[in-house]
């Protein structure tokens, strides 16, 4: 069973950095995508980055470009999202998910808040 667990979520204030940390396991997979999805109180549901494992391909949200840097490390199975120059509107819930490119099928962590706040 694929198990993802993020860390490195917190309060942090406007302008300042963090860095998330999701590690998977429980698979064997190599073909596939890892995300970072957000969600806002009352907001939808935004992808906000995502890295593919092959090739660490990477593509990013326009209100996270340039402030964000998503990257992997494959012998560790983790993906990081470096953030900074954070702002009080990426406070959200962060959620790491693997997507295998064979299914489709899409795998989702518990999620880890992120509060950014004077």
């Known amino acids: 069973q694929v198990q993802l667990v993020e860390s490195g979520g917190g309060l942090v204030q406007p302008g300042g950095s963090l860095r998330l940390s999701c590690a998977a396991s429980?698979?064997?997979?190599?073909?596939?995508?890892m995300n970072w999805y957000r969600q806002a109180p009352g907001k939808e549901r935004e992808l906000v980055a995502t890295?593919?494992?092959?090739?660490?391909?990477?593509d990013y949200g326009e209100s996270v470009k340039g402030r964000f840097t998503i990257s992997r490390d494959n012998a560790k199975n983790t993906v990081y999202l470096q953030m900074n120059s954070l702002k009080p509107e990426d406070t959200a819930v962060y959620y790491c998910?693997?997507?295998?490119?064979?299914?489709?099928?899409?795998?989702w962590g518990q999620g880890t808040k992120v509060t950014v706040s004077s």
């Open positions: 998910t693997l997507r295998r490119l064979d299914t489709g099928i899409e795998y």
């Open positions: 429980g698979f064997i997979y190599m073909s596939y995508v």
């Open positions: 890295i593919t494992r092959t090739n660490g391909r990477t």
